[in-house]
């Protein structure tokens, strides 16, 4: 929606004071990248007045509904933080054994506060599994487990890294396959607005953009050093014309085709010990 808002306005070139009447901008629902934040900055900038600032706000339904808010102030980076808790809030980075995790440190969010939901209706096993107790609180009071991984920076500000349920090991390697989708979003080698996804369905991460990449390394593309790491860069890539989604138009995982991933020839025999 919001990249959809933004294409309307880059198309209204003749109306520069269309943002005239704005005050600020809260996006929420939905990821914000650093490019469509920097865009935004631009257009609403363009009949010579300051950006209008803009928001991002993050929360779950079962938070009623927006717990954290970082306003975006121009920074170069792939994507917006999700910032700090608003007041009456509180937010946790938990490894899987409720133990705070340090700054830096990719971890799970779990929300504390008055504004948690009860629980699902008529659901009590899901109920237990994702609010569970708070051992930061009084007694009885409880925690939601969010499912989202996060990492908190020096300054506080949490960063959002995807979905626990998308996280996974290959060759020893703990990789989270939304850093992998982050440099194809990226890339603006394309006229169209990329959009990627990374599965794992076995050892091998596949990446899915809508487009093919360029033949060589370039500064915009996952091979690149300066993108993915070796143990990140995909070991096989799908065009597709679109992406299939769900009833609710979000990208539907269990819909995208498999790839066909043949073994490469050549390279070395693992070591023999004797």
């Known amino acids: ?54 928001h991002n706000l993050y929360g779950p339904t079962e938070a009623a509904v927006d717990v954290t808010y970082f306003p975006y102030e121009g920074a170069a980076e792939l994507a917006v933080p999700i910032g700090r808790p608003v007041w009456n809030t509180g937010l946790h980075v938990l490894d899987p054994f409720l133990r705070p995790v340090p700054d830096g440190v990719p971890g799970e969010l779990y929300l504390a506060g008055v504004q948690l939901a009860r629980g699902y209706h008529d659901r009590p096993g899901l109920t237990a599994e994702r609010f569970v107790a708070d051992p930061f609180g009084a007694p009885g009071e409880r925690m939601y487990r969010t499912g989202d991984l996060v990492r908190r920076r020096a300054d506080g500000a949490v960063e959002y890294l995807g979905r626990t349920d998308r996280q996974v090991k290959i060759r020893g390697n703990r990789v989270e396959l939304g850093e992998i989708e982050a440099p194809w979003r990226a890339c603006r080698a394309s ?33 690149s050093p300066t993108r993915c790491r070796a143990t990140m860069v995909p070991s096989a890539v799908l065009a597709l014309a679109e992406l299939p989604l769900t009833p609710s138009g979000k990208l539907d995982q269990n819909a995208l085709p498999a790839p066909d991933v043949t073994a490469r020839a050549g390279g070395r025999a693992p070591p023999r010990r004797a």
């Open 1 to 54: 929606m919001r990249a959809a808002f933004t294409q309307v306005m880059e198309a209204a070139a003749d109306r520069r004071d269309w943002a005239a009447s704005l005050r600020r901008v809260f996006c929420s629902g939905e990821a914000l990248t650093g490019a469509d934040a920097r865009r935004w900055s631009e257009l609403t900038s363009r009949s010579g007045q300051a950006p209008v600032p803009l």
């Open 191 to 223: 006229p169209a607005p990329p959009w990627s996804s990374a599965t794992a369905p076995s050892s091998a991460t596949r990446s899915r953009p809508p487009a093919p990449p360029p033949p060589t390394p370039t500064p915009c593309t996952p091979r």
